[in-house]
């Protein structure tokens, strides 16, 4: 059965597994490699996970099967000058084998809850450009394209 559950300090080791999973399959996409070195996380992958589960802005979810994790999410609540609230799924992961069964619903269930529980006035989450899954994916879930990022490359 498909569940979303919050992590916890068992589940660190895990969530480095899929996030080193997660930036493999990123790396070769167009857009990839600047993505991992400006908006993806740094340093100790552990380490940041644990940072997460402490901070009361960040949420952290494990998907499962039958009990088993194979996908993560974190969101954020950030404050903007305004003094508004704006949702930001940073990480939205499942592995390629457990893919359209349901466990990214859960976790984007449980993203759009926490956040509105927030007070968020909207989510923004990433894609990369030619990763139509993940597009279709945000997209059935009611996401738009609010902001589009041009990149002319100098280093050919």
Not at 28 to 51: I, M, N, Q, Y
């Amino acid at each position: 059965m498909e569940e979303a559950r919050p992590a916890t300090v068992d589940d660190l080791d895990r969530l480095a597994e899929l996030a080193e999973e997660a930036r493999r399959e990123l790396l070769p996409l167009r857009g990839g490699g600047v993505f991992l070195e400006r908006e993806a996380r740094h340093g100790s992958l552990h380490d940041t996970f644990a940072a997460e589960l402490g901070n009361a802005s960040t949420a952290v979810w494990c998907g499962t099967i039958d009990g088993v994790v194979i996908a993560y999410c974190v969101t954020k609540a950030e404050d903007l000058d305004d003094g508004r609230k704006l949702g930001r799924i940073t990480d939205l992961f499942v592995e390629v084998g457990a893919r359209e069964v349901g466990v990214g619903e859960r976790l984007m269930a449980e993203a759009l809850a926490w956040c509105s529980t927030r007070g968020c006035f909207g989510i923004d989450a990433y894609a990369l450009p030619g990763a139509r899954q993940t597009k279709n994916f945000f997209e059935t879930a009611g996401f738009t394209a609010r902001l589009l990022v041009v990149h002319h490359r100098l280093d050919r």
